[in-house]
Structures are given as structure tokens and as C-alpha cells.
């Protein structure tokens, strides 16, 4: 049977035990590895085990869950958010869950998430990434979120724990968040991290150079340097080089 690991962190242990059952009685497919009830429980359990799917309470222990995700690597992992409230929904939308469960929430609605959830899980163990269909993304700037048209984005350049967005037409936008997580959410099959300093679109890569150093030319004539460790990736993923 297929073993989609499971990671549950609620600050209610009534709420886990609850979850729990439903998941074992109804969910097979689901194989619960950690339940946690704190802030660093989940990053510990998170970091440790590299779930499949993560249900996650929206306020725990009283405040937002989102810090949580903005401090971890979360890529290849797949939320679901439980909460109370919709009010966090549309904070929530930024983050790309496969759902946002209301509590109380039945057991139909649970199965028809998971499901969901196992969907995208089979596309991404197969090499089909759901963020190919992903039209927009959406960026913390200043008071507001602001949603991007992904196929707009040239490059994400890291100002300390900023992010610059340089769009065609060269508007610039600074987003609140790390470009680490940016990685972690901007489709795989048209983005590369090239420089611990630059993810770029591969749409608008134009020309390679590798005289005194390693570097990409964009349509707009920018360039960027790319580091050694990144080369081979670039170069497999624009087709240069054979696996």
C-alpha cells in the first residue's frame, strides 16, 4: 500500500486525537509520522521527517502559523490548513495549499482534501508538477499582498532577508519574505536558483557565457553570475547538457 508520510501539528490534543482517527479509519493511504502540539515541535518534525502532506493548525498557541513556514524549507511538502476562522484564508492562499479546512469539518470533507492532496503528491513523485497551471503567485509587500503574474517574473534577486521581484518592463518589487521561500514555491520546471543571490525564469535566459566566470544573459541584457554549483542544473535544465 502506498505510504504518504503525514505530519499533524495542532495545539489541541483533542483536535490531533480526532484527525488522527478519521486519517486512520478513512485515509489508508495515510501514514501519520509525527503529531505535534508547539511551534518548534513542527519545525523539528518538519526538518526531521520531510513529510508528503502536513496538517496544520492556522493559530497555534494563540498566534499565526505562517512564521512557521516562512523559517523552513517546505518545498516538496503539501499543507493543509485546519482552522476556525476564515479569516486567514486569503493570507493563506500565498502559501499553495491543497486545502483550507473549516472546523468543525466532516469526514467527507477530509477524504475529499487528502485526496486531493495524494493527486498531487503522485504528479510530483512522477515528475508533473501542479505549479505548471499556476498562473500567479502572491508576495508580502509592505501592508499588502500583492499577486504576480508568474510569467511576468524575469528574476528574484536576495536583499538580506528581502526578495527583489525584477518583472518585464523592468518594474521592481520588494516582498517581505526570504528568497529561500521563494524558492520553495515558484514552479520548478521554469525557475532556477542560479547564485545563493538569484533565481531566475528561464523564459528569459538568453545567452550562457563562461569566460571569467559563469554567468546568464537575460532578454533585457542583464547578467547574472551563476555559481559553479549551480552550472550543471542550469545547463541540464535549458537542455545543454544530457543527464
Known sequence: MENIETVIIDDSEKSISQLSGYLENHCPNITIKATCTSFKEGVAAINKIEPDLIFLRVVLNGKPCFELLDIIN???????????????????????????????????????????????IHKKRDGISDQKSRQFIGIHSGMEIILLKIKEIMFCKSEASYTSFVLKGAKKI?????????????????????????????????????????????VNEKVLSISRRKQEKLERMLHLKKD
Do not use: W
Not at 511538502?77 to 499553495?96: D, G, L, N, T, V
Not at 483550507?100 to 477530509?110: I, K, R
Open 74 to 120: 517546505y518545498g516538496d511538502s503539501h499543507i493543509i490548513f485546519i482552522s476556525a476562522h476564515e479569516k486567514y484564508a486569503i493570507e493563506a492562499i500565498k502559501y499553495a495549499p491543497i486545502d483550507y479546512l473549516l472546523s468543525p469539518f466532516n469526514v467527507e470533507q477530509l477524504v475529499m482534501a487528502v485526496n486531493r492532496g495524494i493527486k498531487s
Open 174 to 218: 520588494i516582498a517581505t519574505k526570504n528568497i529561500g521561500y521563494y524558492e520553495g514555491i515558484l514552479p520548478k520546471d521554469r525557475f532556477c536558483r542560479i547564485h545563493h543571490k538569484y533565481i531566475v525564469n528561464l523564459d528569459f535566459v538568453k545567452n550562457i557565457y563562461r569566460s571569467d566566470g559563469y554567468y546568464c544573459q537575460l
